[in-house]
């Protein structure tokens, strides 16, 4: 088999093993627990599926309703620092700022700031305009996600 990267736009609910078995009509499996956790899962197609919590909430972020855009969805604010789940600063030399930004799923940015004067030097200013930065680049980067889920990649 090859391998592929899935983007897709869909609706969920919470929603346990037997209810979606019930759900479908269908008799549980003695081999499933119907307290299994999930999610049930619509498409845009109408196609319907139910996931395990685990593999569904380490391989699907939620978006932010907007009624404005044909899309219903966007990227919020909170979205973008929610992603950040480490920030690392420190000073390199007497006038330069280094702030570097693991994210929830493990991608790293890193931005830098300078100023002229070492009398100037402020590592919180430096460190804000880094961080700011790196969240506009994470905005950027959850748009583009958002765009391939909602139009896909053809």
Same mark, same amino acid.
């Given at each position: 088999?090859?391998?592929? *990267?899935?983007?897709?736009?869909? /609706?969920?609910?919470?929603?346990?093993?037997?209810?979606?078995?019930?759900?479908?009509?269908?008799?549980?499996?003695?081999?499933?627990?119907?307290? @299994?956790?999930?999610? #049930?899962? &619509?498409y845009?197609?109408?196609?319907?599926?139910?996931?395990p919590?685990? &593999?569904?909430?380490? $391989?699907?972020?939620?978006?932010?309703?907007?009624?404005?855009?044909?899309?219903?969805?966007? *990227?919020g $604010?909170?979205?973008? @620092?929610?992603?950040? /789940?480490?920030?690392?600063? $420190?000073?390199?030399?007497?006038?330069?700022?280094?702030?570097?930004? !693991?994210?929830?799923?493990?991608?790293? *940015?890193?931005?830098?700031?300078?100023c002229?004067d070492?009398?100037?030097?402020?590592?919180?200013?430096?460190?804000? !305009?880094? #961080?700011?930065?790196i969240k506009?680049?994470i905005?950027?980067?959850?748009?583009?996600?958002? &765009?391939?889920?909602?139009?896909?990649?053809?």
């Amino acid at each position: 088999m090859k391998s592929y *990267i899935s983007t897709k736009l869909f /609706k969920a609910k919470p929603m346990n093993r037997g209810e979606y078995n019930k759900f479908r009509g269908w008799n549980i499996p003695k081999n499933e627990n119907p307290d @299994d956790e999930g999610y #049930l899962i &619509q498409y845009p197609d109408g196609y319907i599926s139910w996931c395990p919590k685990k &593999q569904f909430e380490e $391989s699907n972020l939620k978006v932010e309703d907007n009624k404005n855009l044909a899309s219903g969805v966007s *990227i919020g $604010s909170k979205m973008v @620092d929610d992603f950040i /789940k480490e920030v690392h600063v $420190s000073t390199l030399g007497d006038k330069t700022t280094l702030v570097r930004a !693991i994210l929830v799923n493990g991608f790293e *940015i890193v931005e830098s700031t300078g100023c002229v004067d070492k009398a100037n030097y402020s590592e919180d200013i430096g460190a804000e !305009i880094c #961080l700011n930065k790196i969240k506009d680049r994470i905005w950027y980067l959850l748009g583009f996600l958002l &765009q391939t889920a909602y139009n896909g990649v053809n």
